[in-house]
């Protein structure tokens, strides 16, 4: 009888058949093997009777088959061979004994209803059948034993009905599932691919994007923003290192003024004006606005976007200076043509029509040099830079880089203690000192293991302010300190750590307090730590005082 395989057997690969294969006749074997020894046992006498000996080799031979043989490099129909076998060998095994052992059918018959077409499993039946008439016409059969023989079939037949629906039913359960599993793969590649290309399209604006939930977690950055505010891209909750300024090199904004730290308290704003200093020393005129991003399947949050309108500031800019240019070189001549025209008209001789026409000169040169004042005025009214005055006060400096430093030093487990004056006005510009405290107050939380800490302390005379900040950090050996201050040179400790770094920032730091009339020391020992000495001088005013 030919095998056929059902079409939809799809949950019958090579691997899952295999180990279907080792299971049923292991337990099929395994049943037989307890059998013979029950057997032996209780009724020895049958293994004197060569069909039930026989059956037993048959059965106890397919177990060793099935274990052997490597079924997965076979034709699908080929392990049918095992379950036919099965069925010939329990025939021979209960044959001749009132069908006794004829519930083992039930292995081959559950197995080829499991894994197999229907066609087979009514073949299968049917040679159980003909075993059937087989043993009871040899054997003689009274109404009893045709009642057991009826019995047992019905049951067979019950029993691979059922295996084969459930079997059905699983499989059509399997192919739902892979259906909706192709489904939701192509949904979610879909998905996927919508996502990335949102990402590329975003990355690709000149814009800064920075979105925010309503607790103020970065749920993502483009690459303007990093970018623009210098941040890590694998460490974006950490400080950029880049500073905004209300004005251009006036003070600092406070960690709550900033737009990001606004944005994520909710605030809504448009257009709201900063200055910003990048970590290469370049000024950027920001345009910071919110919108509030409200969907149905997510939590509301918060986009920022920041314009750098520098391009058009300097445009502003060189707009008012044409300005200012064309308007002093039409100023002059008409001050001088208002001039003459009012030396004329003082002269009493004038007749009537020249009279006349020179207060028309007058007038014409009165109102265009209105008109060129207006012009002037209002190119002046736009976003202007104000200049900082060159004193500043030290510790409001120190506290604003301490606002942005905070969290960077917590999530590396490093305590920040200060012990600091309210105020203390030192010569500087304002910008440019929160630079270099910045730079320093970055090293030392670099350069600093979890657990450690950094102290800050500031002592006041009268011609200086001498700041120092202390950490416990991984420290730099004597023979680097020398050289510390050189442009791209790192110490020994720093390149054996896993901190990133350019070696720019301490000869940034000299360079800057240097400007200011200042002076910066460094002293360091390895593993115990390091500390950064700057004077700044004070205004001259309070020397007096």
């Known amino acids: 009888m030919p095998v056929q395989v059902p079409p939809n057997d799809e949950g019958s690969s090579p691997s899952s058949r295999t180990r279907s294969v080792w299971l049923l006749q292991l337990v099929l074997g395994a049943s037989v093997v307890i059998t013979v020894?029950?057997?032996?046992?209780?009724?020895?006498?049958?293994?004197?009777?060569?069909?039930?000996?026989?059956?037993?080799?048959?059965?106890?031979?397919?177990?060793?088959?099935?274990?052997?043989?490597?079924?997965?490099?076979?034709?699908?129909?080929?392990?049918?061979?095992?379950?036919?076998g099965d069925i010939i060998g329990i025939g021979l095994l209960s044959f001749g004994t009132d069908l006794r052992f004829g519930f083992f059918w039930v292995f081959p018959v559950t197995w080829i209803a499991t894994h197999f077409a229907v066609?087979?499993?009514?073949?299968?039946?049917?040679?159980?059948?003909?075993?059937?008439?087989?043993?009871?016409?040899?054997?003689?059969?009274?109404?009893a034993t045709a009642l057991r023989l009826i019995v047992v079939l019905l049951s067979l037949t019950f029993?691979?009905?059922?295996?084969?629906?459930?079997?059905?039913?699983?499989?059509?359960?399997?192919?739902?599932?892979?259906?909706?599993?192709?489904?939701l793969q192509g949904t979610l590649q879909r998905v996927t691919g919508q996502e990335r290309r949102v990402s590329q399209v975003l990355n690709g604006l000149d814009t800064g994007i920075a979105r925010m939930s309503s607790d103020g977690e970065i749920l993502a950055l483009n690459d303007t923003y990093l970018s623009l505010y210098g941040i890590d891209r694998?460490?974006?909750?950490?400080?950029?290192?880049a500073v905004e300024y209300a004005t251009l090199r006036g003070e600092p904004l406070s960690e709550s003024e900033r737009p990001f730290a606004r944005a994520a308290r909710g605030e809504q704003f448009d257009d709201e004006r900063a200055w910003l200093f990048d970590a290469d020393g370049n000024?950027?005129?920001?345009?910071?606005?919110?919108?509030?991003?409200?969907?149905?399947?997510?939590?509301?949050?918060?986009?920022?976007?920041v314009h750098d309108i520098t391009a058009l500031i300097e445009a502003e800019r060189a707009r008012e200076r044409l300005a200012a240019t064309v308007s002093h070189e039409l100023r002059n001549p008409l001050t001088a043509i208002i001039g003459h025209a009012d030396l004329a008209l003082d002269d009493p001789n004038l007749s009537p029509k020249v009279r006349e026409q020179l207060e028309v000169i007058a007038g014409a040169g009165e109102r265009m040099q209105k008109l060129i004042s207006e012009i002037l005025a209002n190119s002046r009214g736009v976003f202007r830079e104000k200049e900082a005055p060159r004193t500043a006060d030290a510790m409001r400096i120190i506290t604003s880089s301490l606002e942005s430093?905070?969290?960077?030093?917590?999530?590396?487990?490093?305590?920040?203690?200060?012990?600091?004056?309210?105020?203390?006005?030192?010569?500087?510009?304002?910008?440019?000192?929160?630079?270099?405290?910045?730079?320093?107050?970055?090293n030392a939380i670099k350069y600093t293991p979890g657990g450690g800490s950094i102290r800050l302390s500031a002592d006041v005379d009268d011609d200086n302010v001498v700041l120092r900040f202390a950490d416990t950090g991984i420290g730099i050996a004597a023979e680097d300190l020398p050289r510390i201050f050189d442009p791209y040179f790192r110490s020994r400790a720093a390149r054996d750590s896993s901190a990133p770094?350019?070696?720019?920032?301490?000869?940034?730091?000299?360079?800057?307090?240097?400007?200011?009339?200042?002076?910066?020391?460094?002293?360091?020992?390895?593993e115990s730590g390091t500390t950064v000495t700057v004077t700044l001088p004070v205004p001259a005013k309070d020397r007096e005082e």
């Open 159 to 183: 029993i691979g009905i059922t295996a084969y629906l459930s079997s059905r039913q699983t499989r059509a359960f399997k192919q739902l599932l892979r259906r909706q599993a192709s489904r």
């Open 234 to 241: 694998d460490e974006p909750q950490r400080p950029g290192s």
């Open 405 to 442: 430093f905070r969290p960077a030093a917590a999530s590396r487990r490093v305590a920040i203690f200060d012990d600091l004056p309210e105020t203390a006005e030192v010569v500087g510009d304002a910008f440019r000192l929160r630079q270099a405290f910045d730079n320093i107050l970055s």
């Open 119 to 143: 066609s087979l499993l009514i073949g299968t039946l049917a040679t159980v059948g003909v075993i059937i008439v087989i043993d009871a016409a040899a054997n003689g059969s009274g109404p």
């Open 283 to 305: 000024w950027h005129a920001l345009s910071a606005s919110t919108r509030r991003l409200v969907s149905s399947d997510e939590p509301e949050s918060t986009l920022l976007i």
């Open 37 to 84: 020894l029950l057997t032996q046992a209780l009724e020895p006498s049958l293994f004197a009777v060569w069909t039930f000996s026989t059956g037993v080799a048959i059965v106890i031979a397919l177990t060793a088959v099935a274990i052997i043989v490597p079924w997965h490099r076979l034709p699908r129909n080929a392990v049918a061979f095992i379950p036919f």
């Open 501 to 526: 770094g350019t070696g720019l920032g301490m000869g940034i730091v000299r360079g800057i307090i240097e400007e200011n009339g200042g002076t910066v020391k460094i002293e360091s020992e390895v």
